[in-house]
């Protein structure tokens, strides 16, 4: 499932493609809202909101991968998996608004952090910035390239991924010689994206 949340007047001055993806088991509409909040920032962008390639728990909920079973040894597997798929979705939106990587953003919360994150391990340049909101790496970069900024922003009480794979992403990225932004921890947020962020 697609929601387009914004759409600018497609032409070569698009200034912004912004891909948002959501955690595991919910759907486009849990990502609408923070999508919204890009949209007037950056007029001349289109902001699209993809669902997960796969049906998960309840009957609109969603996931890229199965989250059942999953454990440090078999969750690059799983990311590897459907890889292609998301990585086919970006350059499908990327061609229908005609704005290179150069110009395009992923925005994703949880799994559609890993996502995003994961895409630019796969295909280096595939976006020229990542906003990861409390997501993780499947597995630490080793290398890394100051084509695509990654911004990690982590709640500080996050019961499901731990800010430590926060902390331990940005110390990966900076050694390899990457270009990371990271927000201080932020104690009051758990699971959630505040408009404040």
């Not at 949209?39 to 001349?44: E, T, V």
């Not at 998996?81 to 992923?106: C, D, H």
């Not at 990861?132 to 996050?158: C, K, M, Q, V």
Request: aromatic share 8%; glycine share 10%.
């Amino acid at each position: 499932m697609t929601i387009l949340l914004f759409k600018a007047r497609i032409n070569q001055h698009n200034s912004c493609y912004c891909f948002s993806r959501h955690g595991v088991g919910d759907n486009p509409v849990a990502m609408g809202e923070i999508g919204s909040w890009f949209a007037p920032l950056f007029p001349d962008a289109l902001v699209v909101s993809v669902g997960g390639a796969e049906p998960s728990g309840n009957p609109a909920g969603r996931q890229w991968f199965s989250v059942q079973g999953i454990t440090e040894d078999n969750r690059q597997a799983r990311v590897n998996a459907i890889m292609p798929t998301f990585i086919e979705t970006v350059r499908y939106w990327q061609k229908q608004s005609g704005v290179g990587a150069n110009a395009t953003a992923l925005i994703g919360f949880s799994q559609g952090a890993i996502m995003a994150l994961e895409s630019i391990k796969a295909e280096p340049g595939l976006a020229s910035r990542v906003i990861a909101f409390n997501g993780r790496y499947a597995s630490l970069p080793e290398t890394a390239s100051t084509a695509t900024t990654i911004h990690l922003i982590h709640g500080g009480e996050d019961p499901v991924i731990d800010l430590a794979h926060a902390v331990a992403a940005q110390e990966a990225l900076i050694s390899a010689g990457g270009d990371v932004r990271s927000l201080p921890p932020l104690p009051e947020i758990r699971r959630w994206i505040s408009w404040r962020i």
